[in-house]
């Protein structure tokens, strides 16, 4: 069963930074391609994200240059560092394994003007 905990939300002023971590389980890791979804407030959930198991990386243009995607394949954890935090940034941010269906519980970036 696939598990994935996210952490490292919080509070920030604009043009701060954070660091969000997602700790998985009962996968592989290394093959699969992750990504980092935001949800903010009355929006639908979208890619902001994403690594692949080459280390390939791709970017939503909304945070391209802000923020960065990372993974340690022997700690089975991926990171989101995020810089420059706006405003529009603040949502619920959720990890997934891309091709399986399962979600953690996100955790809550909130970014104050």
């Known amino acids: 069963q696939v598990r994935l905990e996210e952490s490292g939300g919080g509070l920030v002023q604009a043009g701060g930074s954070l660091r969000l971590s997602c700790a998985a389980s009962?996968?592989?890791?290394?093959?699969?391609?992750l990504g980092w979804y935001r949800q903010a407030p009355g929006q639908s959930r979208e890619l902001v994200a994403q690594?692949?198991?080459?280390?390939?990386?791709k970017y939503d243009d909304s945070v391209k240059d802000r923020f960065t995607i990372s993974r340690d394949n022997a700690k089975k954890t991926m990171y989101l560092q995020m810089n420059a935090l706006k405003p529009e940034d603040t949502g619920v941010y959720y990890c997934?394994?891309?091709?399986?269906?399962?979600w953690g519980k996100g955790t809550l970036v909130t970014v104050s003007s």
């Open positions: 009962g996968i592989i890791f290394s093959i699969d391609t």
């Open positions: 690594i692949t198991s080459t280390y390939s990386t």
């Open positions: 997934k394994v891309q091709g399986i269906n399962s």
